[in-house]
């Protein structure tokens, strides 16, 4: 019997292990699936889930390190690193995204010991190799930056980026011919690198060589069209050639792609207001001085063109916010003299006109106002007053410096080149758009929120006193997938279990059956897309046409029409269902993953709901969708057509057309969609038209 009972006793032992184990490895996958889709502090709580399970597991402390690195929580991305290696410390990923923290955090010397570590394990791995050199370039320990790319270049011999980054310490000990040399073996390897052409183009500005570095930065635009830096060094370049309608034109494309550029608003600023359009200019020097509200030379170049203006008081505001930091300047003591006089204030006029007198008696300083002089230009750092209308550069311009990085920039960059607007699913989170004041409208979705309102279920009116009141709101058909707060997410968890409480009460199949639903819905908004499809499909089972689940009061089979009929809710699950597998499989590719079989599913169900319902333009989309992910490019464009004939209005249906018009080369047409993607609010279409045009 005692042994029969220990046997007992480690079987069960072992269940509960494995299912701890199955549970702990499903809430990272979870995560993971919600670190793809940019939902970052959602991702979060499932790595702290899995912590709390099971401290001693290196992989949930790491991605969470990458939510926060994602986050720019440097800080604490760097002390969940630290965790990760005290439980497994031969994981070349965990200190490979450790050094990318301490970079971030200017800690060089400690972002070289994690690469030097993780080398050890992994030595034939570039990227190290490659962001190491950097960090000793930063840490100005050239000359060990130098030994490493020759090791480097052993190795490596046709890697153009490390003639660059040579070519990066040559500059930094101020050995121009040597960078140059460089510089020209990398391009001699790859001429299709955009940071080599634009560090080219720095030497060239500083040796005041203006067509040679108006033809690299053209290279390097060309090649790295999203770069508003390269576009403001350009504008100097044309500048210095006369060239200022095109230096205007590149500082309007700098400040499309970065808006907040300093650079780029006081430099146009200048221009606008030599060729006259001094309104304009005066907005430029009101978003300077938004930025640096102390900055004496932008204040003085905006009293000067509130002068020109008329705004006269304006002017005198600024004039005397300058002459109170710098008493010696004369040159805004007339200008301000001037504008009393013209509003008839003789008194503080004359003061002013014989503070400069008296200058002028013992220094000759003071001249007409010059036009902007080509030949001169002052570092940003200069707060020489009289060099006011002369064009800004940075104190000192170096080489991009990129380190090889998996987690920089959006996640989305890193999959396709063209990226599809998302599929339109069911969700209770309302999509918030401040310029597109179109919702999407759908029958089913509407029978659905109808027969909520008419429910007399507990588990469908909450109590208003409860926190899952404010559950208590419609579905909705959105494109995309908003990130929740830490509050609202939780929210969304009480939600569930309080679905799932009402589930294993019901005594009526078809009351759960709705509640099921509901919960699939809940779960596809915390990301939990596998357990949706668990609850989709079991939905399916119970709700088809012949199934003896339904008993004759269940209320799917209520021919009300307030009420949701058992067609609704057959294509609103397939179309759930479709979705949640679409967003699994789409993840999974961004692993390596072959997802064939799966994506074949999602069109099984896609082509079911539309049997059911074959005028619905969001499930004519979202196989669109899938087509053209499958480079189905004519069936996605087929698709997305009739999506249009259904809801002519539909922005995001133009813009993955107009993609797969691009795809397939023909860029007449996708002109013409992107366009009016645009036009109907979905603006991203006009970057992508500019990225498209400048090739």
């Given amino acids: 019997m005692n042994r029969l009972l220990f046997i007992f006793i480690i079987y069960h032992l072992s269940l509960i292990t494995t299912s701890a184990q199955y549970n702990t490895d499903r809430l990272v996958t979870i995560g993971r699936s919600a670190l793809f889709y940019e939902d970052y502090v959602l991702s979060m709580q499932y790595f702290n889930q899995a912590i709390q399970a099971k401290p001693y597991l290196y992989e949930p402390w790491f991605f969470r390190a990458v939510a926060k690195y994602y986050l720019e929580d440097y800080a604490g991305a760097e002390r969940d690193c630290s965790e990760a290696l005290q439980r497994n410390p031969y994981v070349v990923s965990v200190y490979e995204l450790r050094g990318l923290t301490r970079i971030q955090q200017k800690k060089y010397s400690e972002a070289i010991s994690d690469y030097t570590r993780a080398l050890r394990y992994d030595p034939e791995n570039r990227g190290l190799w490659h962001n190491r050199v950097l960090c000793r370039i930063q840490d100005k320990d050239y000359d060990a930056a130098l030994l490493e790319l020759d090791t480097m270049q052993a190795r490596w011999s046709q890697y153009a980026t490390a003639w660059a980054m040579r070519a990066d310490v040559y500059m930094q000990q101020e050995d121009t011919v040597k960078a140059i040399e460089a510089l020209q073996q990398s391009l001699d390897i790859d001429p299709y690198d955009g940071q080599t052409w634009a560090a080219r183009s720095i030497i060239s500005l500083s040796r005041e060589e203006w067509p040679e570095a108006e033809e690299q930065l053209n290279h390097a635009i060309h090649l790295l069209p999203k770069r508003g830096g390269y576009y403001i060094n350009r504008a100097l370049a044309r500048f210095h050639q006369n060239n200022l309608r095109g230096a205007m034109a590149d500082y309007d494309m700098a400040l499309d792609l970065e808006p907040n550029n300093f650079l780029g608003h006081y430099n146009r600023g200048l221009l606008r207001a030599q060729v006259g359009d001094d309104n304009r200019a005066i907005t430029d020097f009101d978003f300077v001085l938004r930025l640096e509200p102390d900055n004496m030379l932008a204040l003085f170049n905006r009293a000067v063109l509130l002068d020109k203006t008329g705004d006269l008081h304006g002017a005198i505001r600024d004039y005397s916010k300058v002459i109170d930091e710098f008493p010696n300047f004369w040159t805004g003591l007339e200008f301000r003299a001037a504008c009393y006089r013209r509003l008839g204030m003789t008194k503080k006029a004359e003061q002013d006109e014989f503070t400069v007198y008296r200058a002028r008696l013992y220094k000759h300083l003071y001249g007409t106002q010059p036009r902007l002089d080509p030949d001169k230009m002052r570092k940003r750092s200069d707060v020489?007053?009289?060099?006011?209308?002369?064009?800004?550069?940075?104190?000192?311009?170096?080489?991009?410096?990129?380190?090889?990085?998996?987690?920089?920039?959006r996640v989305q960059n890193r999959r396709v080149a063209l990226e599809l607007q998302p599929m339109f699913a069911l969700s209770f989170v309302k999509a918030h758009d401040e310029v597109r004041a179109n919702i999407a409208f759908d029958r089913d979705v509407d029978a659905l929120n109808q027969h909520r309102v008419n429910s007399k279920s507990p588990s469908q009116i909450v109590n208003s006193k409860s926190v899952n009141s404010k559950f208590y709101r419609p579905v909705y058909v959105t494109c995309g997938h908003p990130t929740l707060s830490d509050e609202i997410s939780a929210r969304y968890f009480l939600y569930i279990d309080s679905l799932t409480a009402a589930i294993n009460k019901s005594h009526n199949t078809g009351q759960a059956?709705?509640?099921?639903?509901?919960?699939?819905?809940?779960?596809?908004?915390?990301?939990?897309?596998?357990?949706?499809?668990?609850?989709?499909?079991?939905?399916?089972?119970?709700?088809?046409?012949?199934?003896?689940?339904?008993?004759?009061?269940?209320?799917?089979?209520?021919?009300?029409?307030?009420?949701?009929?058992?067609?609704?809710?057959?294509?609103?699950?397939?179309?759930?269902?479709?979705?949640c597998?679409?967003?699994?499989?789409?993840?999974?590719?961004?692993?390596?993953?072959?997802?064939?079989?799966?994506?074949?599913?999602?069109?099984?169900?896609?082509?079911?709901?539309?049997?059911?319902?074959?005028?619905?333009?969001?499930?004519?989309?979202?196989?669109?969708?899938?087509?053209?992910?499958?480079?189905?490019?004519?069936?996605?464009?087929?698709?997305?057509?009739?999506?249009?004939?259904?809801?002519?209005?539909?922005?995001?249906?133009?813009?993955?057309?107009g993609i797969c018009y691009l795809s397939n080369g023909e860029k007449e047409k996708a002109s013409a969609d992107l366009s009016k993607a645009g036009e109907l609010g979905l603006y991203d279409a006009y970057s992508l038209l500019k990225r498209e045009g400048s090739k």
């Fill in 581 to 657: 597998q679409a967003r699994i499989s789409l993840f999974q590719a961004s692993e390596g993953a072959n997802t064939e079989l799966a994506t074949a599913s999602v069109l099984a169900d896609l082509n079911h709901a539309l049997e059911l319902r074959p005028h619905n333009a969001y499930l004519l989309y979202n196989r669109g969708c899938i087509h053209a992910r499958r480079d189905n490019l004519h069936q996605a464009i087929d698709d997305f057509t009739a999506a249009l004939q259904q809801e002519p209005n539909m922005a995001e249906a133009y813009y993955n057309r």
């Fill in 384 to 409: 020489d007053l009289d060099k006011y209308n002369q064009l800004v550069v940075e104190d000192q311009q170096e080489p991009e410096r990129e380190y090889k990085n998996d987690y920089r920039g």
């Fill in 513 to 579: 059956v709705d509640d099921l639903l509901l919960r699939a819905i809940a779960y596809t908004v915390i990301q939990d897309n596998q357990q949706a499809i668990d609850d989709l499909s079991t939905f399916l089972q119970i709700a088809t046409p012949n199934s003896s689940l339904l008993t004759p009061n269940s209320s799917l089979l209520t021919p009300n029409s307030s009420l949701l009929t058992l067609n609704s809710s057959l294509v609103l699950a397939l179309w759930q269902r479709a979705v």
